[in-house]
């Protein structure tokens, strides 16, 4: 097993976590094939892990996974877990591509489909496209980083998609998959002509994880481009053989339209001095400040909204 850790400084303190640096969002460990990792070890395997670590204030573990593909993560068997803010969603897939979305979905989803099939139609030819070439990534990546930068911007939030050197890594990844080399499988929905919806995933172990859902602006929103590109590329997978479909963490209402199953994520936050105590315990406080925001509409569109002219103010370069 390797675990990959590292020390970042937050607020004046040395905080260990894991190597994800918010980009991934599971934490696990790499494990030997075929290994199986004996539940009743988890508290031998944390004596092992503070063992061998560095000097730090606080040790947070945040996103683990109960399980990875059917077998336990390790990180999971250790003591002092609390569950996590959010969980993730994922839907088995089975049977004929032909007819697998309409099996998922519920009555909801269904029609918005028809709905969404009927409107694009009417606006002009559909084109799935599965990008195979490097002609096919430079057309569809750039589009994709538009149209997930507008969004949030919109949003007034920040993605890391903004910084050039993300954008740099995620298409080289992209590049360097084409022909099966690698896990990652770029699409784009285009209705007469314009790209309305784009999606960035990744491919391993017969399950298609989706990474990023882009779509064009408001003028496309009555044709559900999400949803409608989504249930293209649930069809692509299961011609692939993919078996499962992994929606990420989140809960968000398109994810249990198409069957996704809850799963709880759990962290560990451990304090090792007075300073790591002091922070875990603010951080905690504007953890349940930000969702007293989110759970008040008013006040999070306020807020929404301040975020972003702050955001454009600095972009524009006024004072």
Not at 17 to 39: C, K, N, Q, R, W
Not at 140 to 148: A, G, H
Not at 289 to 311: A, D, M, P
Request: net charge positive; hydrophobic share 40%.
């Amino acid at each position: 097993m390797l675990l990959p850790l590292v020390v970042t400084m937050q607020s004046g303190c040395k905080v260990l976590t894991f190597l994800g640096h918010a980009v991934s969002d599971i934490s696990a460990p790499l494990m030997a094939p075929g290994y199986v990792f004996p539940e009743e070890a988890g508290p031998a395997l944390w004596d092992a892990i503070q063992a061998a670590l560095p000097p730090a204030d606080l040790v947070i573990i945040d996103q683990i996974p109960a399980l990875l593909r059917h077998i336990r993560n390790p990180l999971a068997c250790l003591p002092h877990l609390e569950a996590a803010d959010r969980q993730s969603f994922d839907v088995a897939i089975d049977g004929e591509p032909d007819l697998v979305v309409d099996r998922l979905v519920n009555n909801q989803t269904r029609r918005i489909l028809k709905t969404s099939q009927r409107r694009m139609s009417e606006r002009g030819e559909i084109r799935f496209l599965v990008a195979e070439t490097p002609e096919d990534i430079e057309l569809l990546f750039p589009i994709m980083v538009r149209q997930r930068l507008d969004r949030f911007r919109e949003l007034g939030r920040f993605d890391f998609l903004e910084r050039p050197e993300i954008q740099a890594f995620y298409r080289q990844a992209a590049l360097s998959s084409l022909d099966g080399k690698g896990p990652v499988r770029l699409f784009g929905l285009s209705v007469g002509g314009t790209w309305i919806a784009t999606t960035y995933t990744l491919v391993h172990a017969g399950t298609i994880h989706l990474t990023i859902v882009a779509m064009a602006d408001s003028s496309w929103h009555s044709c559900s481009p999400g949803m409608a590109i989504i249930s293209r590329y649930i069809r692509w997978a299961r011609q692939q053989g993919v078996t499962l479909v992994d929606f990420s963490i989140g809960e968000l209402a398109y994810k249990v339209g198409f069957g996704g199953e809850p799963r709880d994520r759990y962290r560990l936050c451990i304090p090792l001095t007075v300073k790591g105590r002091i922070l875990l315990a603010v951080r905690k406080k504007v953890a349940r400040l930000k969702q007293g925001i989110k759970e008040n509409e008013t006040l999070s569109r306020f807020v929404r909204r301040g975020i972003q002219i702050y955001r454009n103010r600095g972009q524009s370069g006024s004072p």
